[in-house]
Every structure is written in C-alpha cells, then in structure tokens.
C-alpha cells in the first residue's frame, strides 16, 4: 500500500499508509496521527485539520477551492503550503511524500 | 476511577479522545447501543449518501485510541442504570462504575400513516437506516419527503438522480424555517426536490403509491420521515434525573445526582451564547459538551462556555451558521453578490447569528468575534462585513 510520512506536533515521524481516492484526513485520523481534530469530520467547516505539505507535493494537487482557502485563512499561522486534511485527495502520485501536521488547531 | 459511558456516538466519541488524550488514567466502560463501531452522522445525508463506499470512512475514533487499553467497549443497549449504586445494567449483566455518563442522544421522530407499510417508511438517523434506505431505492421513481428542515434537503440534494422525482412535503409554512428567509431561499433556489407547503398527510393510497394530503394525492413509492428528532430519556427519566425535553445539567455537565453527568445533544444546559437553557442538536453542541466533561473529570473543570455552530450541504451550496438564533429574531441582509450571501439574524442592536451561505470567511469571523464577546448589529453594518468586523477588531 502507498504510504505518507507525517510529522506530528511533536515532531515525530508516522509513517501512515493510504488507499488512493482516500483524504488526507481519512489516511492520518485512522492512523491516529497527533494533532489532527477534524471537529466536523471533514466538512470543511472547522479548520482543525491543517498540515502543511512538503515541497514535494507541488504540482500533484489542484488549487485549494475558494471554500478551503476561506476556511484555511482562519487556521493558526497559515503558511502557502497549508492545506485542509480532509479536502485533500490522495493518489498514487502521493506515495512517499512528507506532510506536518500544524503545531495547534486553534 | 472507572467512568461508564451510555451511547457511543459523536458526545460519548469526544468524551473517550480527550480523556485518553488528557492521560486519564482509570478505565472507561463504553455501551454501544449500536451494531456498528462509532461512525459520524452528518455524512449520511450528504456525501455519504450520494456515494456509499465502504463505512471505514465514516470511523468516528482513531484507530489507536479505540483500542486503547484502558477501554472496554459492550455493544450492548443499557437497560436501566441506579445512579446510588453506580450501576449500569444491560440485558443480562451488572456493572459497577463510579460515574455514569448519559450520551444517548435523539432518535427520529416517526409519523405513522394509515396504510403506509414499514417497508415503505424510513428515518435517516443512523447507519442502519441509509442502508435500509439504499437498498430499497432500486425502481424507486417518487420519493416523498416529509419535514422540510436541513435534514430533508441534504437529502433530497443526495438522492438525485435522472429517473427520480423528490418532493418535499412540509407542514408549516415556510420550507426551512430554521433560517433567515432571504438564506433560505438561496438554498431552495438550488434544490432538486419540489416543494408544497401547508401539507397533512391523511392516510397512503397503496394501490396507487400515493399519498393522500389535504392538496390532493402526491405519488410516493417511498416515505421518508425527516420530521425531527426526540431525546433518549428513558434512562434518567427511570431515576428522576430527566425533563420532557431532556436531561438537565449545570454548566459542567453534571446532573443533580453526583454520579451522573450528560453530554451530547440529550443534555439540557444554560447556553450562554442566549441566556437561555435549551438543547441543541449539533456536532459542535456534541463536541463541546463532551470538552467541558472532559476538563471536569481531568482534574481541570471550566464551566461551558461554547458558541454553537452548524453547517449544512446542499450539492454545491454549504451553509454555515455561527451563532443560534429563535425563529422570530430579525433578519438583515448583510452581503448578497452572485456567489455569496450573509444575512445577519439579531434581537434589536444584539446579533445571534450569522448564516452564511458560500461565505466561509464571515463565518469563521463570526465565530471568533463570538468568542471575543457580542456583535452589535449596528457596527457590522458600518464595517460592511463580520471579516473587516474583526479586522478592525483586532487593530
Ligand atoms: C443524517 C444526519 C446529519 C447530520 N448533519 C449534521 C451537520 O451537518 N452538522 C451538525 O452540526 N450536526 C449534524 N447532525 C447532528 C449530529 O450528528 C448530532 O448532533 C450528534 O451526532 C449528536 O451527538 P450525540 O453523541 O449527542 O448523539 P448520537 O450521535 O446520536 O449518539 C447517541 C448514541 O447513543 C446510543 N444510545 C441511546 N440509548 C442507548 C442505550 N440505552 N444504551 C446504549 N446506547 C444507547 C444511540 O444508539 C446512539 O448511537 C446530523 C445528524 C444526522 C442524523
Ligand atoms: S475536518 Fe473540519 S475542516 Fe477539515
């Protein structure tokens, strides 16, 4: 199975194996990776499932749609990599790549 | 200290992460009424629903904190509970806890309808419920509503389909009346279902798969009930510890008996977002309650202090909604282009919410203005919107 790296707020690194079609959220919060809360489940509604992707990720991802990019802007410290667990789709493209999760949610 | 949690749903959920998050370290007993492990409710109306994938990606619970050591789960409906003794009784055992938590929850209100068969009636509430819907959908031409509250429309956005005609049916006599009518109207703008207001339902035609209103027969092959929900009280009803609408708390979430505390959209508590003590039926109302216990039994209590909010999808339209409002507050229109709208709901000078619909900007500032205190109605207007509300807030 594909997987990710995913470095938690304490800096540890997970290694979290993924299904494609499946988000970002689905793969980290089933590992049970540090940090992330997802208040509302991946409905895009709450901004507590902020990572930050690597520069590895560039060019394997659309745009964040407006509806992210509102919700994103009320994250803590958002950086340009910044990106919603749960609105990011996984592919094989995705297949060892680095992600951090954001220090605190809120 | 050993804590036995009655339901294990969205409440009970957040209860279990951030205890074992927080280090608790005694054992916690989880009653699971349900035939499922913990899933998440609002996708069964929504994305869910419109394609049904494995139920993994509704898991409620990270892996890691489900099977915790500390937790022991019975899939088991609790029966009785004696409060005194710490005793949570299912159908054929006894067990001793040193508090009992009440995270029941509601269920689906259900209409019954003379000449409607079971088979041709569903709820959505649980996971078992839209499966049953699912399966029955096959052939399925007319699909009957009846409620017409957020839950009906996420539906009838999710049941689309080419060989399908959906008709909301609602009795009062606005579609959606939980909102602003100019919010309203921009949801009902896009919804796919047909909608007749003012309806009663007299009895189902079964020979011509319809039923029979006051505004003549309405095909239906099939009922859905989505008319609003009731508490679970049974239990502390059966030790004194319920009103008709729920069970009361104080600001921690305890009962007046010492051992036992509610949580959860069941849990009836001074919100001081309205001064007022009601029950909410929300995710974060779930979550927040759920914190508040936590805290209290870390070691750490803070009194509720939480300012609900809500969201909503209808296909492509997402409604969030900071703040509560009563029905009969005031709507103003605050931002209304081609993508957006926002319409402010307020008591005089004195906003109780923000709806916003394709406006997650203002809704995320309506939220931290909230935490920050109240919004005067009159100075949102002057800033033109609750993000440069906030701007200038912060400045
Ligand atoms: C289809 C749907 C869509 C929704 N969409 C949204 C949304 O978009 N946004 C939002 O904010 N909210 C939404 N909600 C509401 C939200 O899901 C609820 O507010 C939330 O689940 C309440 O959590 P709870 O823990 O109080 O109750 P529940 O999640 O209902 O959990 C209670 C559990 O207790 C169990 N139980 C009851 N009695 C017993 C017993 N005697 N023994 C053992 N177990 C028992 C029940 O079976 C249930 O599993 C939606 C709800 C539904 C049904
Ligand atoms: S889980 Fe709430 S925004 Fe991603």
Redesign the interface.
Known sequence: MPQLTCIDPNDQAIDVTFEPG?TVL?AT?????DGILA???????C?TCHVILNADWDGTLDAPS??EA??L??AIDPTPHSRLACQVQLNDKHDGLTLTVAKRQY | MKIGIVGAGQAACTLIAELIRGQFDGEIIVFNGESHSPYQRPPLSKSWLADPTETESLRLLPEPIERHHSIQWIQSQVKAIEPDHGVIVTNNVSYTVDHIVLATGTRAKKLSIDGLSSEKTHVIRTLDDVMSLTSALDGVANIAILGAGFLAFELASSLKHPTRTIRVLAKGIRALPQISVKAADRLLDATPASIRVGVTVERYDEDNAALITNHGPIPADLVIMAIGAEPNIELAHACGLAANEGIPTDAYMQTPHPRVSAIGEVSLHEQPHLNQRIRIESISEANDTASTLAKRLLGQPEPFHATPWFWSDQGDLKLQIAGLSARTDEETVLINSETECVVIRHQGDRVTAIEAVNAAKEFMAARRLFEQGTISLENLLNAGSVFSLLQSSRS
């Open positions: 499946e689905q919060y089933r590992a049970g990776v208040e509302c489940g991946g409905g895009c509604s901004a407006v509806q509102d919700m802007s009320f």
